[in-house]
């Protein structure tokens, strides 16, 4: 059997697990800038 590298894997999550409703899921939900950033940071 032959073992391949593992890709590399990276966790990025919110600060809270309570999402509110309305505006305030912005404050804590993830950005797609920050999903983005942390995609390109594992290339």
Known sequence: MILLPRPPVQRVASEDSFIP???AALTVLLSEET???AA???I
């Open 21 to 23: 409703l309305g505006d």
């Open 35 to 37: 999903i983005h950033d």
């Open 40 to 42: 390109v940071s594992m």
